[in-house]
């Protein structure tokens, strides 16, 4: 639990979500992953977990399955095809959507991307100073401190608050406000907030326990025995999948983004099917990487 008692700052928004299940049909982004079709090959799975993370997050309206989407794609930094579909959200019109690509970039950058750093403190910059601090919190995880000065003036309250303080700040967001207070305020009125997840702990998993008020020793538990490694947590991962809470799968099929073998793509697998729409975006997402590194690792040794 001690994750859940460390500060962080930061903000972007999750809910427990949950769709219809989805059916096989020709013109659903769903059909080829549905447990009516055992035989595909992981070829075509991989095909059908991207088409539905890519609608996820830019074929509906929903602000709740936008966000879970891109939480999915947060485990797959350095691949391009995530890489874009996260930039382009880090630019939407919809604040919510914009801090929770803010988050998964810097979930990426930590695990791949090259790119997102630069990206993100672009957004120190950003008008709304809801993002601003969303950037500066998730680049200051990264060990990037160039957005240092909002956290400051925020940690300090209005004790900083005098203009000329803001004045002087690097940052135009920051400039807006008339005392770091003001900010801090701004951050706590989101409806719906979610602290950065720690390292070690993926952006599901930490959005979970947030929305329960971290409650789920279950959840909590998958998250530290996740690093190991080990043949023993490997298998309680893979028994998580088919726990009855919804944040125990969810977590699980996070974690087991960074392990490899059959049983572990089997597991993963079975929640390409799962009820929860969150769950299936993470399960999709960790799909992709299982098979992805496994191919590496396969041409790894035939030279």
Same mark, same amino acid.
């Given at each position: 639990?001690?994750?859940?008692?460390?500060?962080?700052?930061?903000?972007?928004?999750?809910?427990?979500?949950?769709? @219809?299940?989805?059916?096989?049909? /020709?013109?659903? @982004?769903?059909?080829?992953?549905?447990?009516?079709?055992?035989?595909?090959?992981?070829?075509?799975?991989?095909? /059908? /977990?991207?088409?539905?993370?890519?609608?996820?997050?830019?074929?509906?309206?929903?602000?709740? $399955?936008?966000?879970?989407?891109?939480?999915?794609?947060?485990?797959?930094?350095?691949?391009?095809?995530?890489?874009?579909?996260?930039?382009?959200?880090?630019?939407?019109?919809?604040?919510?959507?914009?801090?929770?690509?803010?988050?998964?970039?810097?979930?990426?950058?930590?695990?791949?991307?090259?790119?997102?750093?630069?990206?993100?403190?672009?957004?120190?910059?950003?008008?709304? @100073?809801?993002?601003?601090?969303?950037?500066?919190?998730?680049?200051?995880?990264?060990?990037?401190?160039?957005?240092?000065?909002?956290?400051?003036?925020?940690?300090?309250?209005?004790?900083?608050?005098?203009?000329?303080?803001?004045?002087?700040?690097?940052?135009?967001?920051?400039?807006?406000?008339?005392?770091?207070?003001?900010?801090?305020?701004?951050?706590?009125?989101?409806?719906?907030?979610?602290?950065?997840?720690?390292?070690?702990?993926?952006?599901?998993?930490?959005?979970?326990?947030?929305?329960?008020?971290?409650?789920?020793?279950?959840?909590?538990? +998958? $998250?530290?025995?996740?690093?190991?490694?080990?043949? @023993?947590?490997?298998?309680?991962?893979?028994?998580?999948?088919?726990?009855?809470?919804?944040?125990?799968?969810?977590?699980?099929?996070?974690?087991?983004?960074?392990?490899?073998?059959?049983?572990?793509?089997?597991?993963?697998?079975?929640?390409?099917?799962?009820?929860?729409?969150?769950?299936?975006?993470?399960?999709?997402?960790?799909? +992709?990487?299982?098979?992805?590194?496994?191919?590496?690792?396969?041409?790894?040794?035939?030279?």
């Amino acid at each position: 639990m001690r994750y859940l008692c460390t500060p962080f700052v930061l903000l972007a928004l999750f809910s427990t979500l949950s769709l @219809p299940t989805l059916h096989a049909q /020709a013109a659903n @982004p769903d059909a080829g992953i549905v447990g009516d079709a055992p035989d595909l090959s992981p070829a075509a799975l991989v095909n /059908a /977990a991207w088409t539905r993370l890519e609608n996820g997050v830019t074929g509906t309206k929903n602000t709740d $399955t936008r966000i879970a989407a891109i939480s999915g794609l947060s485990l797959l930094g350095g691949q391009a095809r995530a890489e874009r579909l996260v930039g382009n959200a880090m630019h939407d019109p919809d604040i919510d959507v914009r801090l929770a690509a803010i988050v998964a970039a810097g979930e990426m950058a930590r695990n791949g991307s090259r790119e997102f750093p630069t990206e993100i403190r672009n957004q120190l910059n950003d008008a709304d @100073p809801k993002v601003a601090f969303t950037a500066a919190s998730t680049l200051w995880k990264l060990n990037d401190p160039s957005g240092e000065d909002i956290l400051l003036a925020v940690a300090q309250g209005e004790r900083s608050g005098d203009y000329n303080f803001w004045k002087g700040s690097k940052h135009n967001a920051s400039r807006t406000l008339h005392s770091p207070s003001a900010l801090a305020k701004i951050a706590a009125q989101q409806s719906m907030v979610i602290l950065v997840p720690p390292v070690g702990m993926g952006m599901g998993a930490y959005g979970y326990l947030k929305s329960t008020g971290g409650t789920s020793p279950q959840v909590t538990a +998958i $998250t530290q025995i996740a690093k190991e490694h080990t043949d @023993p947590s490997k298998k309680a991962l893979i028994e998580a999948t088919k726990t009855k809470d919804a944040g125990g799968r969810l977590a699980a099929a996070e974690a087991l983004a960074t392990y490899t073998g059959m049983d572990t793509r089997d597991a993963l697998r079975a929640l390409l099917t799962d009820g929860k729409d969150n769950v299936r975006f993470t399960a999709s997402a960790a799909y +992709i990487h299982n098979v992805g590194t496994a191919a590496t690792t396969g041409a790894k040794k035939k030279k």
